[in-house]
């Protein structure tokens, strides 16, 4: 994994990456993922490591620590070798879970680094595309994994709750925060960016009040339907939201790249945004320690899917709530600080695209092909998320769009979203879901804690 560029001493210091043209720099582009994730990373000093004398042990050194102390999130590291060993060495269940969780945060802020770092030498183009398709990959592996354990309510609950997360605990921690912040300043965003967001977010809760609404209406009789079931339903639906989530990406990375690539400005003051204008670690050792990265990731989600009933009996919390409200928290714990943080610097915009894009790379490409893989095992996934879940995800989309239609932004916007999450989280707190239906699929039953049945 060590990379051939860090072979050039300058004035004392280790100078990172391959030699990348002028153009290829100002090409790249960052997106407003890469400029969240940046804001917790933090400047290696290679002084040290520039003084030992084998160029090969001195390459590994250098990568060694940009790769994990090039993050303000490094002290989360050791939960995951705790929580192999935890696994290994059988110390409760419920303790793997944790520390499974705690240790996929920094993990998936490295994939972000580790993409950034490949665009440097691929373009803008290229790159885009790979933050497209590991943005969100801690959710995608979690899923896969899921499915391969037949946990379906887990998957379903799982990429919800990511949606609601980005769209109500971010988007309005964000604003709530930056109005916090700037109180004497008005602050504004650019409404294109939003708006193509939310147009898709409404396509994507489309898709999924299509297959509820055609249960329903088949169950009460207004509706016949002898040979096309809500599954099939759902995979010709999931089609679709790929076929848009790809015209998506063209619009994106091509036709209107201007819409979604974040302006870095120079701040005096702003020393704790790491703004890269070239790669510090080669292109085989980032796309070695990215594959890396994607196995520990896999190890760990495993862990997670495995243990997560043990850790809700132990806990005393359902797994819907572990599923809808802890996962999205944790595991996208990084890219919330990040839009937090440009939020208080009054960057909306930069906030906007990590929250929205987020919540709509979730809904319109890891809910779609989560289906597809489910069809290609053999297991029944649909589209059909139940009447809470669904209802939910409906609102949170609607007091989104709502919310950013005039272009500015407050404090009493941020509570909004808050509250509404809040209400969300309490409702799934105090519903249970039986046992021997958390791997079923669309069993629509629930209980409350006082053991009501609800439809």
């Known amino acids: 994994m060590a990379s051939a560029g860090y072979e050039a001493l300058e004035g004392g210091n280790l100078k990172g990456g391959a030699l990348i043209s002028k153009e290829m720099r100002h090409g790249h582009g960052r997106t407003a993922h890469n400029m969240s994730s940046s804001s917790l990373r933090k400047k290696s000093d290679l002084t040290l490591v520039s003084k030992v004398p084998w160029g090969l042990l001195r390459s590994l050194l250098a990568n060694l620590q940009e790769i994990f102390l090039g993050t303000k999130l490094f002290v989360l590291f050791p939960a995951v070798p705790l929580a192999v060993a935890a696994h290994y060495f059988h110390f409760g269940r419920a303790w793997v879970f944790a520390l499974s969780l705690l240790g996929l945060t920094p993990l998936a802020e490295r994939v972000s680094f580790l993409t950034e770092q490949i665009a440097y030498y691929t373009g803008p183009t290229v790159g885009g595309l790979l933050n497209a398709t590991c943005g969100n990959a801690t959710e995608l592996i979690i899923a896969i994994f899921a499915l391969f354990g037949g946990k379906i309510e887990v998957v379903k609950c799982s990429l919800v709750g990511s949606i609601l997360s980005n769209l109500l605990l971010v988007l309005g921690s964000s604003l709530f925060c930056g109005g916090i912040a700037n109180l004497r300043k008005e602050q504004l965003f650019d409404r294109k960016q939003a708006d193509v967001n939310s147009g898709l977010l409404m396509l994507g809760a489309l898709c999924h009040m299509l297959p509820l609404m055609f249960r329903y209406a088949v169950s009460s009789g207004e509706q016949t339907a002898a040979t096309v079931s809500t599954l099939d339903l759902s995979r010709a639906c999931s089609i679709v939201m790929l076929l848009a989530y790809i015209a998506y990406l063209f619009f994106q990375l091509k036709t209107h790249r201007q819409l979604f690539e974040s302006q870095e400005q120079e701040d005096d003051d702003n020393d704790d945004v790491t703004s890269e204008d070239e790669a510090v670690i080669g292109l085989p050792s980032a ?10 990731i896999a190890i760990l989600s495993e862990y997670v899917v495995g243990t997560i009933e043990d850790a809700s009996e132990s806990w005393g919390i359902s797994v819907s709530f572990i599923s809808i409200i802890l ?7 990084a890219e919330h600080a990040g839009a937090i943080i440009f939020a208080f610097k009054n960057k909306l915009d930069i906030t906007l695209g990590v ?9 319109m490409f890891v809910v779609p092909f989560s289906v597809i893989m489910a069809w290609i095992m053999g297991i029944q996934m649909d589209l059909d998320f139940k009447l809470l879940e669904t209802v939910s995800l409906i609102i949170a989309i609607l007091v989104t769009a709502f919310t950013l239609q005039d272009g500015t932004s407050h404090y009493l916007k ?38 009501v049945v609800v439809a």
Not at 327 to 333: F, M, Q, T
């Open 287 to 296: 796309l070695a320690w990215l594959l890396g990265m994607t196995i520990v």
């Open 327 to 333: 996962l999205p928290i944790v595991g996208n714990a």
């Open 355 to 363: 929250s929205l894009g987020s919540a709509t790379q979730v809904s």
């Open 414 to 451: 941020g509570i909004v979203l808050l509250l509404c999450y809040i209400v969300i989280g309490a409702c799934f707190f105090v519903l249970k879901t039986p046992p021997n239906q958390t791997n079923g699929i669309n069993s629509g039953v629930l209980t409350t804690k006082s053991g």
